[in-house]
């Protein structure tokens, strides 16, 4: 009987020309997706943006022989098949209106968690982006062990959002723009089996669905809609970041931006974001915290080492760190200016400072508290 539903609930989201939101009026009118294929076709063609036309596909097509394939597959490889109306389909997604009807999920993960954050980028990201991305993460995981960081799996900022949690132990989860039997690009098939040990791989798309140029925007409406807030680390001004972050306003979602230098293509996007108010500018993971509202937990949650404690700070270290800190990181230059020193004594005063591990110098001489 449960196989026999869950037919219905595939194959309703198969039907040609009828796409998440007409297939949501169609199950709303009739109470349920196997009712939309019982209903008379007269019936049918009176529901608002269906019509004759549309009601033909509902009833001249084997989608319900697909869905039957795809059940097959789904017990064989332990995936579980999610329909919008069920309890365990991610809250947030549900309340988009062309979410997904049904998502295919390999893998344990709790969606309706606290914390969620999409974490999307350039698919070229310098080394400056991806410490970023990199540090980040590490700062969220180290008060936030809750959070689940979700991305799409793709070359640069993506992958490197999903390493980046597996390595500091917070669930990730990988949306993927193909069906299961594929892993896009296959370079990263051993972090996809890493995801699905440390949180999930979930697709809208059948087992034999192959990547295609269309389903990659497709997929970005999933990562702007099943998270809180959607981060772009880097990004020209075209490209998926960019969609993700257009469709994750259009649903009424927090949009963040790390700035970049203004000749610097890679942070083009970022910038134009944030100069049209479609993202807030954060620099660090602080911000992240004040702007989603998460500083509440910090007494409890927060591990800082203090590390100054245990280390004989001159009063000239001490100037430089706590200067650091106040501005969340300096490039050497500002800190000779702010600290009133030369950039020599500042320079060997800093190499001390990381020795302790209390600073970290990034590109561009930037020097960040740890």
């Given at each position: 009987?449960a ?15 009828i ?8 199950i709303a ?34 989608v ?8 097959s ?35 344990i ?10 974490v999307?980028?350039?698919?070229n ?12 993460i590490?700062?969220?995981a ?6 689940l960081?979700v991305?799409g799996?793709a070359?640069?900022?993506d ?11 917070l669930?990730?989860?990988a ?5 299961f ?13 890493q ?5 999930a ?25 099943i ?33 970049g ?14 100069k ?42 001490s ?20 600290c ?14 990381e ?16």
């Amino acid at each position: 009987m449960a196989d026999e539903l869950l037919k219905y609930k595939i194959g309703i989201g198969l039907i040609p020309k009828i796409g998440p939101v007409l297939t949501r009026r169609l199950i709303a009118y009739c109470g349920s997706a196997e009712a939309v294929f019982r209903e008379k076709r007269t019936n049918l063609e009176k529901i608002p943006g269906i019509g004759d036309k549309l009601a033909d596909y509902v009833f001249k097509n084997d989608v319900l022989n697909k869905a039957e394939e795809e059940i097959s597959f789904i017990e064989k490889n332990k995936v579980k098949a999610v329909f919008y109306l069920d309890n365990d389909y991610p809250e947030r997604l549900r309340h988009c209106e062309d979410a997904p009807v049904i998502i295919f999920i390999k893998g344990i993960t709790d969606f309706k968690r606290p914390k969620v954050l999409s974490v999307v980028g350039t698919r070229n990201p310098t080394d400056y982006g991806k410490e970023l991305c990199r540090q980040l993460i590490e700062d969220l995981a180290a008060v936030h062990p809750d959070l689940l960081i979700v991305s799409g799996l793709a070359y640069g900022i993506d992958i490197c959002a999903h390493r980046s949690a597996i390595k500091n132990k917070l669930d990730t989860a990988a949306v993927l723009a193909h069906g299961f039997t594929v892993i896009y690009p296959a370079v990263h098939r051993e972090t996809a089996r890493q995801i699905i040990d440390h949180g999930a791989l979930l697709t809208e798309f059948l087992h034999h669905e192959q990547p295609e140029p269309n389903n990659f925007v497709k997929r970005n409406r999933i990562i702007a809609g099943i998270a809180d807030a959607t981060l772009v680390v880097e990004s020209g001004r075209q490209g998926g970041a960019m969609i993700t972050a257009d469709i994750a306003n259009s649903y009424s979602r927090d949009v963040f931006a790390f700035p970049g230098r203004v000749f610097d293509n890679y942070s083009a996007g970022c910038n134009r974001l944030i100069k049209t108010n479609r993202a807030a500018l954060v620099e660090d993971a602080h911000d992240i915290e004040y702007l989603m509202g998460w500083q509440k937990d910090d007494p409890k949650n927060r591990k800082e080492l203090q590390k100054e404690l245990f280390v004989d700070l001159s009063d000239d270290e001490s100037s430089l760190l706590t200067a650091i800190r106040e501005k969340s990181g300096l490039t050497i230059d500002q800190i000779s200016l702010h600290c009133e020193m030369p950039v020599s004594k500042a320079s060997a005063l800093l190499l001390n400072l990381e020795f302790h591990g209390l600073v970290k110098c990034l590109p561009g001489k930037l020097y960040k508290p740890v």
